[in-house]
């Protein structure tokens, strides 16, 4: 894909998101039901047009399958949407490679997510238990791992795992904020753009390098 497509594909995506939040924030609900699932294939195609990594695009449409399915009210919805959430953070934690990463960060995620699979656990239906531990620990790993890929991965790491707490609270019937379903889309739109860009950030460095090194050669 032609990077000129890349700006034009941006703000779709932002405009996408706009009418999904105001969809979830006011309604009516086909606003959100329409928009929700382009977010994740413009943005897909935005970073196509950057000429990302293969696996940035695919987390991303991992991503949309998950959106899609988690828009159908059922339980085995619910549990398909989150097995496509998973895919995608196994794609991002193969896209952030072997680097290390700092122990203090490493040392607060664990703490987090021990305390909050305890304090919710009474709180989830019998069935969700194991897979939502699972899903929990996949999703720490990946905003763990995110930081190897700077400042901007790092919060999208972050931000993704406070979406999915937020609808993980709200399934175990925990006091909610206000609008909650907008708090949950914000913070997760607001993530994979973040992780997005983190993930764009070393691969146009690498692309400029590669030039810089095909020009001295020809000079």
Not at 70 to 80: K, T
Not at 91 to 102: I, N, P
Not at 212 to 217: G, N, P, T
Request: aromatic share 10%.
């Amino acid at each position: 894909m032609n990077e000129r497509f890349a700006r034009p594909l941006l703000i779709a995506f932002l405009v996408a998101c706009a009418v999904d939040l105001v969809g979830v924030l006011t309604g009516p609900d086909w606003l959100h039901l329409g928009a929700k699932p382009l977010l994740m294939p413009l943005l897909a195609g935005y970073a196509l047009a950057r000429r990302g990594p293969r696996l940035l695009i695919a987390a991303l449409l991992c991503g949309w399958a998950g959106d899609v399915f988690l828009l159908i009210d059922s339980d085995l919805a619910f549990l398909v949407g989150m097995a496509g959430f998973a895919a995608g953070h196994v794609c991002y934690l193969v896209l952030f490679g072997r680097a290390r990463g700092a122990l203090i960060p490493a040392l607060v995620y664990a703490v987090v997510l021990t305390a909050f699979l305890v304090l919710i656990w009474d709180g989830l239906p019998a069935g969700l238990r194991i897979p939502v531990a699972g899903y929990s620990l996949l999703l720490t790993a990946m905003a763990y791992r995110s930081g190897v890929l700077g400042r901007y991965a790092a919060t999208g790491g972050a931000l993704f795992l406070l979406s999915d707490a937020l609808i993980a609270t709200g399934i175990a019937d925990w006091p909610q904020l206000p609008a909650p379903g907008f708090w949950v889309m914000l913070t997760y739109v607001a993530a994979q753009l973040l992780l997005t860009l983190g993930a764009l950030a070393p691969a146009r460095r690498e692309a400029g390098s590669g030039a810089y090194r095909e020009r001295s050669i020809s000079i």
